[in-house]
């Protein structure tokens, strides 16, 4: 007797050829009927899934759930959104193999560059490990979900070569302790290396992986050739020229080692309008050589969350209130009571009286939560005064404590990045998922490739939006044992309906160790998530509790 | 034209949802490239240049820019 069956279901299988209609038998975790209709009585458990499309789990190959899993093995929300496994570990940071006397490094790096808070390592899971294998240990047994976590580079190199990892280039000897080491990640689950060109520790110093000569990735992607694994890279993307030069570095990589390589962000934003067009010009020569360079694309425009506290770059294009915003503490609490500077901000945020500039900003976090999620202009005109003046007032009570957003500010075209996205060459990822969690909620991009870029746009069919994300995913991840519905492959499963599958609003919640506040968006139009062939998530009755992740390597 | 210069500047969303600045650059062959900075080099460039908006850093010598990007 089969363990689950899916009935009446639209299948959709990963790998891009249209949809069937029929049912899904599932057992001992893994597929084992595709199609056809199954007889009455053949499962100990049926969904009924009339109407509702029958896909792979989704892969989410760019997150930051590494302390998250810790103590909570469902990733909420991201599991309900769909998405069966994860890749962590991104962006050089991971949380093995790492020494407990680096422990407090890390923290530090992973609150600089991902925003992560400080409650999130401390207190809320217990450091049983220092080699990957025992923290691949560790999570086994708390996970709904699967995960492929990678190795960081960063943290293999403090391993190596402690403190001097941050100022110097490596010994042949500590290379070949780096080798060592990777080796021993990969055997143990580990999906490949990550490492940085970017980023920054909480000092503002370059990470350990940015001391790394061409000699150090080249050894290191030679252990990851050993075993057919991946190297992610995060590229200097803030220059369009630079991250071409890396596209040719991670090109010679990728053929020397025959390893698959990928690198993350890549952006589309009207002020570089050829920045997208050069770098996947680029790789498309290196794809035809026979290299394996993927960018990653995300599928969410991007928004900028911003206080009077700070002096965002919001307003450089305004002098006055740049001006204001630079000045210190107390001195900025002054001028923005003192009315003859109050007008001359109004003056420049409402030229000539028209509200229209600061009306579209959202009120991203308060004190009074009625008011997150709101207009300035809607609000403002309720309280009979204009959007900048509120903005000013609001920011005044809540003692410049209260954050703004400005919607779309980059990746916001849909028709060029629907574009972007429906090209072959670019791997759909770079959620972020796990991070920047104060700053904007990174779940939900997988209904918002759907709803936007399905349904709207019609950038992708239903088929190959579902490739893209499973089947298209698994490959480029070498994780053959998932992305399709096929006799034999890991029973991760969503069922979801295609008219209304999307994301939620992005609401504040406190629901992090010690209370913590993160962004978050609900899924909607997902009906079931079944993962190894057990159902963890179901629209009517919320997660469940069962376990069945596994690290999806081994 | 003896040597690059500012183009122009504009503000645009990072991937951490903070905002940052896309400096463009012409160079001597009337080529445009363009960089861009996170709040703090952007912070640093407008001060180096004693510029109180973005459009006052239209005709800066790129040396300026070079000055501030991370070594």
């Not at chain 2, 160079?27 to 900075?37: C, P």
Request: glycine content about 10%; hydrophobic content about 40%.
């Amino acid at each position: 007797m089969l363990d689950l069956a899916i009935r009446n279901g639209r299948i959709v299988d990963g790998t891009g050829l249209p949809a069937f209609e029929g049912d899904l038998g599932l057992r001992a975790g893994r597929i084992e009927t595709v199609g056809g209709r199954l007889p009455q009585g053949a499962a100990a458990r049926e969904l009924d899934a009339r109407g509702q499309v029958v896909a792979p789990g989704f892969i989410d190959p760019h997150t930051h759930f590494d302390a998250q899993l810790l103590w909570d093995g469902q990733a909420r929300p991201a599991l309900e959104h769909g998405v069966t496994t994860v890749v962590h570990g991104n962006c050089s940071l991971s949380l093995a193999p790492l020494r407990a006397e680096h422990r407090a490094k890390l923290v530090s790096m992973f609150q600089q560059i991902e925003e992560m808070p400080d409650a999130a390592f401390h207190g809320a899971f217990e450091w049983t490990w220092e080699g990957f294998a025992d923290y691949v240990a560790a999570l086994r047994g708390r996970l709904a979900l699967n995960v492929a976590p990678l190795a960081g580079h960063s943290v293999i190199r403090l391993w190596a070569m402690g403190a001097d990892a941050q100022k110097r280039a490596a010994t042949s000897d500590e290379i070949r302790a780096m080798q060592d080491l990777l080796r021993e990640c990969l055997e143990a689950g580990a999906v490949g290396l990550s490492t940085s060109y970017v980023d920054v520790d909480e000092n503002l110093f370059p990470v350990p992986s940015r001391f790394a000569h061409h000699e150090e990735i080249a050894a290191l992607a030679s252990v990851l050739g050993e075993f057919g694994r991946m190297l992610q890279v995060v590229p200097e993307f803030y220059d369009t020229d630079i991250t071409l030069a890396r596209v040719d570095q991670l090109a010679e990589l990728s053929l020397a080692h025959r390893i698959p390589t990928t690198f993350s962000p890549l952006f589309d934003y009207a002020a570089a309008p050829a920045n997208v067009s050069r770098v996947l010009a680029r790789v498309a020569e290196q794809t035809a050589r026979g290299a394996q360079v993927w960018p990653q694309v995300q599928t969410r425009p991007i928004d900028i969350s911003f206080s009077l506290d700070q002096a965002s770059l919001i307003f450089v294009q305004t002098p006055i209130w740049y001006l204001v915003m630079r000045l210190p503490r107390e001195q900025k609490l002054r001028s923005l009571r003192d009315p003859g500077t109050r007008t001359s901000l109004l003056q420049a945020a409402e030229p000539n009286g028209d509200p229209a500039r600061f009306a579209k900003l959202r009120i991203r976090d308060s004190r009074d939560p009625s008011l997150v999620g709101r207009r300035l202009g809607e609000l403002a005109a309720e309280r009979g005064t204009t959007p900048a003046a509120l903005m000013i007032d609001l920011s005044l009570e809540e003692d410049l404590g209260i954050h703004f957003l400005s919607a779309s500010m980059g990746h916001e075209d849909p028709a060029r990045v629907g574009a972007i996205l429906a090209n072959d060459l670019v791997h759909v990822g770079a959620s972020d998922g796990g991070a920047h969690i104060q700053s904007f909620a990174t779940y939900g991009d997988t209904g918002y490739l759907f709803s936007e870029f399905v349904r709207k746009g019609g950038h992708l069919s239903l088929e190959r939006a579902v490739k893209k994300i499973t089947g298209d995913t698994a490959r480029i991840w070498n994780l053959p044992e998932r992305g399709e519905l096929r006799p034999g492959q890991a029973g991760d499963v969503v069922v979801f309906d295609p008219d209304t599958i999307g994301r939620g609003e992005e609401l504040p919640v406190r629901d992090m160790p010690g209370g913590g506040m993160r962004y978050v968006r609900s899924a909607s139009g997902v009906d079931a998530v079944i993962v190894g062939g057990e159902v963890v998530y179901t629209r009517s009755g919320g997660y469940t509790d069962a376990r069945p992740g596994v690290i999806a390597t081994s | 034209m003896s040597e690059p210069v500012i183009a122009g500047a504009t503000v645009v969303a990072g991937h951490d949802g903070e905002a940052q600045l896309v400096v463009r650059v012409r160079y001597e062959n009337g080529a445009l490239g363009s960089v861009t900075l996170d709040a703090d080099c952007a912070r640093k460039l407008m001060e180096d240049c004693g510029a109180e908006s973005a459009a006052e850093l239209t005709g800066q010598p790129w040396q300026r820019l070079l000055a501030v990007l991370p070594s």
